[in-house]
């Protein structure tokens, strides 16, 4: 890394119109090595690149955190020099550094921090650690018809499954989320049984389009109880009971991704009738579903409001969204009050400020 900028202070000098920033950012929370360089001054992402780990874990049937964060120690300074050939950017035209702090595996976590520490006190910029779920939500604010605040947030993943309001940058109210697995982990889990391998999710819908999607009347997990939180273990379970019995995959699949969109609506229904928002936006790696983005869809057209979801190759994780993220913060002239870093493997979305202040 060749790094010409004179100044050594690590944070932004006094004179820097901050909402100029170009940000270089690193997400390495769980089993994606990912980074982006991100134009404040254009509003423009550069570049982004993401390596996946699939191969890595396949064999193990899941992610195993030692490997993950050796691939990620691997693959950083690799990225890092295709994305900023990519950027047509050299170190010296980055104004600052963000990161992914957390939530996330632990050792994964530290290796990106690891290194974007490394960049920022190379280069004598600015750093800032980024909450991986709030570059999630606002990933969508990279799209040309972006969300206007506020808006409902529906956020879908491996790790996490929640409902949001979301008033601003920043100002977020957890409404309900899934008390056990979250919807990603139950389509990855019903996928394993299945023997579509892993990571299953994508396989299984891929699996559900040839079968009958009311084939299987599987109960929908808790929409009869009053509140906002899902439950999917039980639906998991009951998809292990039916494959148990000889029941076709292909129906099975069907039956159990309608079920889960089913239950969604349901819920979001209802999270939008309290909170009285009219625009949606549905985040996440699950996100990338296409019955659950037409079903959304249509839902939001019939309700005269609006639905928002990232491109499709931002769903999963991506160092854009945090390069968005990071980039609203820091033009606030937010950023890490010390030299060091300590990474929060878990970091509750409703535990952070506005803008402005100091990591």
């Known amino acids: 890394m060749v790094c010409k900028r004179q100044a050594a202070s690590p944070l932004f000098p006094p004179t820097l119109e901050v909402k100029r920033v ?75 550094v963000a990161y992914t702090a957390g939530p996330g595996l632990a050792g994964a976590l530290m290796t990106g921090a690891a290194f974007a520490k490394g960049v920022s006190a190379s280069c004598g910029i600015s750093a800032l650690a980024v909450n991986h779920l709030e570059g999630h939500i606002l990933a969508p604010l990279l799209e040309a018809e972006a969300p206007a605040f506020p808006f409902l947030a529906l956020l879908v993943s491996g790790g996490h499954s929640q409902l949001i309001e979301v008033r601003a940058v920043g100002r977020y109210r957890l409404l309900g989320e899934s008390i056990d697995d979250a919807i990603g982990e139950a389509f990855d889990k019903s996928a394993k049984l299945m023997g579509l391998g892993y990571p299953g999710g994508a396989a299984l819908s891929r699996l559900a389009e040839d079968g009958d999607p009311v084939a299987v009347p599987f109960t929908r997990p808790m929409v009869n109880r009053p509140g906002l939180d899902l439950s999917f273990s039980g639906l998991k379970t009951a998809v292990a009971n039916e494959i148990a019995a000889g029941r076709d995959h292909a129906d099975v699949a069907a039956s159990f991704e309608r079920t889960v ?99």
């Open 22 to 96: 170009r940000v270089l950012a690193v997400e390495s929370s769980c089993d994606e090595t990912a980074l982006a360089v991100y134009d404040g001054e254009r509003s423009q992402l550069l570049a982004h690149r993401v390596h996946s780990q699939t191969e890595v874990h396949a064999d193990y049937g899941g992610v195993v955190p030692e490997l993950a964060a050796r691939d990620h120690m691997r693959r950083l300074p690799v990225l890092a020099r295709q994305v900023m050939a990519d950027a047509g950017m050299g170190y010296g035209e980055i104004d600052a």
């Open 261 to 359: 969109i089913d239950t969604l609506e349901i819920k979001l229904r209802r999270a939008l009738d309290q909170t009285g928002l009219d625009r949606l936006v549905v985040a996440g790696g699950v996100a990338a579903n296409r019955p659950l983005r037409e079903r959304l869809t249509g839902m939001m057209v019939e309700r005269g409001g609006s639905v928002h979801f990232p491109a499709i190759e931002l769903c999963t994780d991506n160092a854009a969204m945090i390069a968005l993220a990071g980039w609203l913060r820091l033009s606030a002239g937010e950023r890490d009050a010390d030299p060091g870093f300590a990474v929060r493997p878990r970091w509750p979305l409703d535990s952070l400020s506005p803008p402005g202040r100091a990591a």
